[in-house]
């Protein structure tokens, strides 16, 4: 990418000759009105292609400085995913504007693709697709799709309609053009394609299209009609942003749509300060617990020193046993079924990391207190282990049970969990050990 202080003969041959994600995000670095004088300069088809490129909250900056015919004739050469993306980005006030310049076509794809749910298949998918009947022949598919191909998204695999627009098979462009000229594409589709609802979430359409290796997977109404396909770049780009929204949650941060870069400090703070307050509370019952066995801890103040690593040491286990089980259930591997035999595959494991980890620490506390303190310390390491890796574990399944986001089962979440527990499980020990 050229430099700011490029001479413009090179920047000209770049914006030219450069693929358009590259200008884009050369673009987004400009300042706005720097980006807009380049964007205007471009051919309209350039233009459109440079434009969707862009990220799309630059996207709905640059639609407002655009005059509205200018915006309209960007918007109506746009893939229509990338469309409706950008309609649901601007102002009541700004859509209505728009929808005014836009032709009655572009109107009616508007409205139909935006009036789906968020985070489902109808939300993500293109109307851009390319349909046969089943009784053309291959020649005049052939022929069909060499018409209608400047204006679809792909044409790699189409689709077969009957007359009230049901999807009765599909057939591949290879398959077409290897057939004789001569046979219907009838005796020639797959007659079981994959398809999804309209109302699928987004990450199972994406599960989908990984599971079965696809292209684009059809997407129907209620009464088995083509409506859309989700491309398998949309379903990368919505499985990115599940993947994402599992990390914030994974880290007690509540979910947001934009960038870390783009993203408010309001907007930062409101996201972090519920799961921060909310983990003070469940901290309280750490206090209480040592409270209550104040008499215990100035009795053995040796006890003090290995507070922290084995609270620590529950919490860790507890972090490693949730993250393995939220990513195992987001990825499908595993299922609510299949919480009786993790339960006891994990008690095994637990069983032996806690010995381990008891063996370790034995000997510490020898060293610091004696044999007694250090019989507390490697039986209560043995313990809280296996309390922690057992909550990390059950804690994503119970939120799945609940129909809750398992992702909330997270590092802190299940840490403070382990903490308190593993407070009570220190002292109740050292009490019982030390004081009778």
Excluded at 297 to 323: E, H, K, M, R
């Amino acid at each position: 990418m050229p430099s700011l202080g490029a001479p413009a003969e090179v920047i000209e041959t770049f914006l030219a000759s450069a693929h358009g994600i590259d200008v884009a995000a050369w673009l987004a670095d400009l300042s706005p009105p720097d980006a807009l004088q380049h964007l205007s300069n471009m051919e309209l088809p350039r233009r459109v292609e440079v434009f969707g490129f862009l990220p799309l909250n630059i996207q709905v900056d640059f639609a407002a400085a655009f005059a509205p015919a200018e915006l309209a004739d960007i918007v109506t050469h746009m893939d229509a995913d990338d469309r409706v993306d950008l309609f649901n980005g601007l102002s009541e006030s700004e859509q209505q504007t728009l929808m005014r310049n836009l032709a009655q076509a572009e109107r009616d794809d508007i409205r139909r693709l935006a009036g789906h749910a968020e985070g489902t298949a109808g939300a993500i998918m293109t109307t851009d697709y390319a349909t046969l009947r089943a009784e053309m022949t291959a020649q005049e598919a052939i022929a069909e799709l060499r018409r209608a191909a400047p204006e679809k998204e792909t044409i790699y695999r189409s689709y077969v309609l009957d007359d009230e627009r049901r999807l009765i098979g599909s057939v591949r462009l290879h398959e077409l053009i290897l057939a004789a000229d001569d046979i219907p594409i009838g005796a020639i589709m797959n007659d079981l394609p994959v398809s999804v609802p309209v109302e699928t979430d987004q990450e199972k359409v994406a599960k989908t299209i990984e599971r079965y290796d696809l292209l684009a997977l059809p997407v129907v109404d209620e009464n088995d009609r083509l409506v859309g396909i989700v491309t398998h770049d949309d379903a990368a780009d919505a499985m990115q942003e599940e993947t994402t929204e599992d990390f914030q949650r994974l880290s007690t941060v509540l979910p947001f749509t934009q960038s870390l870069r783009e993203a408010g400090i309001g907007v930062l703070y409101s996201k972090r300060i519920v799961w921060l307050v909310l983990l003070v509370f469940g901290n309280l019952f750490s206090g209480a617990g040592i409270a209550y066995f104040e008499d215990t801890i100035l009795a053995y103040v040796a006890l003090v020193f290995f507070l922290p690593l084995l609270i620590d040491s529950s919490g860790n286990a507890g972090s490693q046993s949730a993250t393995l089980m939220v990513r195992a259930l987001a990825t499908g591997d595993v299922a609510l079924k299949d919480w009786r035999d993790l339960i006891l595959r994990e008690m095994l494991i637990a069983t032996a990391l806690g010995v381990t980890m008891a063996a370790v620490v034995f000997p510490l506390g020898l060293l610091r207190g004696g044999s007694e303190i250090a019989l507390v310390v490697g039986a209560t390491m043995f313990l809280v282990v296996i309390v922690g890796s057992l909550v990390g574990m059950s804690l994503p399944f119970l939120l799945s049970r609940l129909r809750l986001d398992p992702a909330t089962a997270s590092g802190p979440l299940v840490t403070t969990i382990s903490d308190a527990v593993g407070v009570v499980v220190y002292f109740s020990i050292a009490t019982l050990l030390l004081t009778l």
